[in-house]
């Protein structure tokens, strides 16, 4: 995932697509959807560090990021704690007495959270959950089952809460798969995320470029990470990576592109994680 909102390239699009959605009278939930490494991560993350940017009142949005395969939400109770500590613990909640307040009380579960996203929604702020690996979730299905997604749906036709959920394939896979009945599965709009477009390939390959440094490869160097990566966004990084790598230790073409064929096999799997690339996070 890059972290580092400096280096996140292109998917202008998509993010005006959130944004949008986000600012729209109600508000309109998103699922993201696309394959290991095609970006889904990295989306959700910039949004969340970028999204006051974006909008001509930011006071009235609380955006926040979270992994739903860590440990903390393998059980319901966690999920409502650890989204309760993160958005309590925001400087932009901190610092309004009104919207720290909901959160004194002795226990954190379902009824608690709808309490104080009922709060906020009489304070105008609306909360946005950026919830990435949502599938992770149906790894616990005592946890997470129609009654938790049901809470959800109510909040969300409430305009208490605004969701953007990343997943591998739309939710409505999922609620056949695991035979759930909730009308959650069927609100909001899905963000099919596919390659990058060629002026955005063309960005990420000559960074830092676009931040008014000199590009880390060539011109030659780019134009073949752009022929080897075909737009993927993570293979054009592993593509930069090795040929960086090769020019930095004085190898030969030969080995970079051997490199990449054998590391671009286990990418929609796994990922990777480059040492070289400059640029990468």
């Known amino acids: 995932m890059i972290s580092d909102p400096r280096f996140f390239v292109g998917r202008k699009a998509e993010l005006d697509g959130i944004t949008a959605r986000m600012t729209s009278s109600p508000p309109v939930s998103v699922n993201v959807v696309g ?6 991560s990295s989306l959700l993350y910039h949004f969340f560090q ?9 006071q009235r949005y609380v955006v926040a990021y979270f992994n739903l395969s860590s440990p903390l939400f ?6 409502y704690l650890t989204i309760a500590r993160e958005l309590y613990n925001l400087p932009k909640v901190r610092s309004q007495k009104v919207l720290t307040k909901p959160f004194h009380v002795k226990n954190f579960e ?14 105008g702020v609306l909360p946005v959950l950026c919830l990435d690996e949502f599938e992770a979730l149906f790894h616990h299905p005592k946890e997470y089952n129609d009654g938790f997604f049901d809470n959800l749906s109510f909040l969300l036709n409430s305009n208490m809460l605004m969701l953007v959920i990343a997943s591998h394939r739309k939710l409505s896979y999922y609620q056949h798969r695991y035979k759930l ?10 963000i099919q995320l596919g390659n990058l477009t060629e002026e955005e390939a063309k960005e990420l390959v000559s960074l830092p470029a676009s931040l008014g440094g000199e590009a880390a490869l060539t ?9 080897w990566g075909e737009n993927h966004p993570l293979l054009l990084q592993l593509a930069a990576s090795l040929l960086w790598e090769a020019h930095q230790q004085k190898l030969d073409l030969r080995w970079a592109k051997e490199k990449f064929i054998q590391k671009s096999r286990s990418i ?11 640029f990468g996070n």
Do not use: M
């Not at 011109?219 to 022929?227: D, N």
């Open 110 to 123: 379902r009824h608690t959270f709808s309490v104080v996203l009922g709060e906020w929604k009489r304070q």
């Open 35 to 40: 394959k290991s490494g095609i970006g889904r």
């Open 268 to 278: 929609p799997r796994t990922g990777f994680k480059w040492n070289f690339w400059p």
């Open 74 to 79: 393998h059980q319901e109770e966690g999920f």
């Open 181 to 190: 009945t909730s009308n959650f599965f069927h609100l909001g709009d899905v």
């Open 219 to 227: 011109s030659e160097a780019q134009h073949i990470a752009r022929q």
């Open 50 to 58: 970028t999204y006051e940017q974006r909008v001509q009142n930011p």
